[in-house]
C-alpha cells in the first residue's frame, strides 16, 4: 500500500505562487506516475498535471501551462507542483495521486492511490 500526503496549500493573492508537495510512504513510487488533481464543490475533480516515473515527460491542463511545473524527487519519494501566476480559479482542493503503471494519464480512474488532499485558496 501506498500512503500519500500533500502540504503546502493555503490562502495567496491574485499573482502569488505556492508549492504543493505530495511525499508517499508505505512503499517507493519511484517506478510510478504521478498526478495532480484538483476539485472544487459541485464539481468533478479535474486533471492538472502528471508526470511519468523517470521525471522525462510532463503534462498539464491546459489552463496551467506555463504557470505550473510538476516536478519530483524520487531519492525523496515526493512529487511536487510549483503554481505560479495563481488565478482565482485555481481555487480548489489540490489531490495527488499515483498510477503503478507508470505511464501518466489525465483519467482519474487510472490512478491507484490517493491523498486526503490540500486545500489552495486564491483571493482577487
Known amino acids: 500500500q501506498v500512503q500519500l500526503v500533500e502540504s503546502g496549500g493555503g490562502l495567496v493573492q491574485a499573482g502569488g505562487s505556492l508549492r504543493l508537495s505530495c511525499a508517499a510512504s508505505?512503499?517507493?513510487?519511484?517506478?510510478?506516475?504521478m498526478g495532480w488533481f484538483r476539485q472544487t464543490p459541485g464539481k468533478e475533480r479535474e486533471f492538472v498535471a502528471a508526470i511519468t516515473w523517470n521525471g522525462g515527460g510532463t503534462y498539464y491542463k491546459d489552463s496551467v501551462k506555463g504557470r505550473f511545473t510538476i516536478s519530483r524527487d524520487n531519492a525523496e519519494n515526493t512529487v511536487y507542483l510549483q503554481m505560479n501566476s495563481l488565478k482565482p480559479e485555481d481555487t480548489a482542493l489540490y489531490y495527488c495521486?499515483?498510477?503503478?503503471?507508470?505511464?501518466?494519464?489525465?483519467?482519474?480512474?487510472?490512478?491507484?492511490?490517493w491523498g486526503q488532499g490540500t486545500q489552495v485558496t486564491v483571493s482577487s
Open positions: 508505505g512503499r517507493t513510487v519511484s517506478n510510478y506516475a
Open positions: 495521486a499515483a498510477d503503478r503503471s507508470g505511464i501518466p494519464t489525465k483519467k482519474e480512474y487510472k490512478y491507484d492511490y
